[in-house]
């Protein structure tokens, strides 16, 4: 990334050299970070309540302007597109910024969205939320994360004639999400059926299962309570586990088999599977690998019967994707530090709960349950 030295005080496109968004089909990646923590509204109703995250030494607080509410996981599909476009020229050895020039039909068709009229709108609301949310977090910032915030755009604009066409735009990124994407080892490749998902804890939950069960064959589990926790959802947790049993019924999530297992006492536990395991030569996620597959792609949702138990215990370490012969069982999500999420009360409403939020999220505007 190329930068001018400019008096302070003008904007960063007087600083920043453009990046000329790639044409052309480039696979999907998504930053680690974000798949992990709870950065964005699960919901397609407004969301004005702030998320307060805290896990052992990490935090993560996030708080919308009321006016737009927080960016939501569908608005999210534009920081992919950009992690996407950025490695895709990284590989070719092209030159890279934070300041982003593309046009509007490049986007929305890499992420699966319609190019009429109706989609420029809602692509232009995501920008604004994105623009308006502002995000702390120890992530990357060491001790003194309260003295530093962002928000996941800095800056954008629309590129118009006199008629009103819009012919192209720009935005800017943050460093903290730049940076994040260009180190490799905070990015994983993702499937483009994701783009697909049209649930908010369905999304979630695939990005969690792509982050933790990864190409690991015998996946990874999560205790029900926890993932409520973790998803800093502001749903009643009853409300949270129906939807869980209904993505579990559907086997949405591409790449992925869910099973809901029995656990200690009263609890409940998710195990997620990777439905086709890739053995590589190289066990790095976002390299060109020569691989095999040991397809499962004909096999039923999984059963709950006591047979299973034996494959819920926790072995080696998450990072090692790529096990040994060894016979492992899923790994355990008590393995983390315990979540505390809070701000899930009734703040999370529009002023009016009868209106709802026009989104991003397709090609009309939708209306969803609260999750």
């Known amino acids: 990334m190329a930068e001018n030295h400019r008096p302070r005080g003008q904007s960063e496109r007087a600083r920043l050299d453009p990046f000329e968004a790639l044409s052309g089909t480039v696979p999907p990646r998504d930053q680690r970070d974000l798949m992990e923590r709870p950065f964005f509204s699960l919901a397609k109703a407004r969301r ?5 995250y805290k896990s052992g030494d990490t935090e993560v607080q996030v708080y919308a302007v009321p006016e737009h509410g927080l960016a939501t996981i569908w608005d999210a599909d534009v920081l992919i597109w950009a992690a996407s476009q950025l490695l895709a020229a990284d590989d070719r050895g092209l030159s890279t910024s934070r300041f982003f020039r593309f046009t509007p039909y490049q986007l929305l068709t890499s992420i699966g969205r319609g190019t009429g009229a109706r989609n420029y709108h809602l692509l232009k609301g995501a920008l604004t939320r994105l623009q308006s949310t502002v ?5 990357r910032h060491g001790e003194h994360w309260r003295r530093q915030q962002f928000s996941w755009i800095n800056e954008w604009e629309e590129l118009a004639t006199r008629t009103g066409r819009i012919e192209g735009m720009e935005f800017i990124l943050p460093d903290w999400f730049y940076q994040g994407v260009l180190d490799r080892r905070f990015v994983l490749a993702i499937d483009p059926g994701y783009f697909r998902l049209t649930g908010g804890i369905e999304r979630w939950l695939y990005r969690v299962a792509r982050k933790h069960a990864g190409r690991q064959p015998n996946g990874w589990r999560f205790e029900l309570r926890h993932l409520h926790a973790k998803s800093a959802s502001q749903s009643r947790f009853s409300d949270f586990a129906l939807h869980i049993r209904a993505i579990v019924r559907s086997q949405s999530l591409p790449g992925y088999i869910l099973e809901l297992v029995p656990g200690t006492g009263s609890q409940t536990l998710l195990v997620m599977r990777p439905s086709i395991i890739e053995i590589g030569l190289r066990p790095v996620d976002n390299s060109p690998r020569q691989k095999r597959r040991i397809g499962t792609s004909d096999a039923m949702a999984i059963g709950t019967s006591n047979a299973v138990l034996s494959v819920l215990r926790t072995h080696a370490s998450q990072l090692n994707l790529w096990p040994s012969g060894e016979k492992q069982g899923s790994k ?9 999420v809070e701000a899930r ?3 999370d409403k529009s002023p009016d ?4 939020q026009k989104h991003f999220s397709g090609s009309r505007y939708e209306r969803g349950p609260r999750s």
């Open 48 to 52: 004005i309540a702030p998320i307060l």
């Open 135 to 139: 995000v702390r977090t120890t992530i």
């Open 332 to 340: 355990d999500s008590k393995s983390e530090s315990k979540e505390v």
């Open 345 to 347: 009360g009734a703040g």
């Open 353 to 356: 709960p009868s209106v709802s």
